[in-house]
């Protein structure tokens, strides 16, 4: 990993661009702190780190406040990355299906979410294994955000996060259900109750399918965009639970 530039927020929280393997990343660092902070990986649908930015720093900066460092990765086939062509072909199929009106169909559902699954979870532990050895840093580790599929499969698979905030705003093939059950850890899931883009039932099915003991389910109105601010307040004393 290699660190391109660095920058000190007005509120001194520490902010740094990095490179793992040809793949783009954002380190933040909360101000102050003689301990190493735990670790938040921020999830983000795959628009690209430059169009997320504005949303992720400000979720960066409210997790410094709270005592949490943050990071997050260019998704495959986004931004600044090589075009993914399969991936371009699936997000035009999904939206030639929504402007007319037709059902969004599992296989499309499968060609947009399941490579990208295969392809984004590895890097996330690759990043995770370059991250964590640094003085700044410490377990335990937590993902917050999306895409949930991605979300799911990556703390299913990597022990070292302990307790995981979803946003249920994306489509879910139906083979997720089955890892969905394997999870164990504590989760807090975000569902927008009138999100256009995407498929109430299938997030309120999906929850039911979380194996986790301690599982809460957190619904607002308003559509995707439309996340209140006090929800915030219930992610960040989520992790406080379970990071500190």
Do not use: C
Request: hydrophobic share 45%; net charge negative; glycine share 10%.
């Amino acid at each position: 990993m290699r660190f391109t530039s660095e920058q000190r927020l007005d509120d001194g929280v520490l902010e740094r661009a990095f490179i793992l393997d040809e793949i783009p990343g954002i380190l933040w660092t909360p101000a102050s702190g003689s301990a190493p902070a735990p670790l938040i990986l921020l999830g983000h649908p795959p628009l690209g780190l430059r169009r997320m930015y504005p949303r992720l720093v400000d979720r960066a900066r409210r997790s410094a406040a709270e005592g949490f460092a943050t990071a997050t990765i260019e998704l495959p086939g986004s931004g600044d990355r090589p075009r993914w062509p399969a991936a371009e072909q699936a997000r035009a199929d999904l939206r030639r299906a929504r402007e007319a009106g037709e059902p969004v169909t599992d296989e499309i559902v499968d060609a947009l979410i399941l490579p990208l699954v295969d392809k984004a979870v590895p890097e996330w532990r690759a990043a995770l294994d370059a991250l964590l050895p640094l003085p700044e840093l410490g377990g335990p580790v937590g993902y917050s955000g999306g895409v949930i599929s991605v979300g799911i499969r990556l703390a299913v698979v990597e022990p070292r996060i302990v307790a995981a905030g979803f946003f249920a705003g994306s489509h879910v093939p139906r083979a997720m259900f089955a890892e969905a059950r394997q999870l164990t850890i504590p989760l807090h899931v975000l569902l927008q109750w009138d999100d256009e883009g995407n498929d109430r039932q299938a997030a309120l099915d999906l929850f039911d399918a979380f194996g986790s003991e301690e599982k809460s389910l957190h619904a607002n109105m308003g559509g995707h965009p439309g996340v209140p601010q006090f929800a915030g307040d219930a992610v960040a004393a989520f992790f406080a639970r379970h990071l500190k």
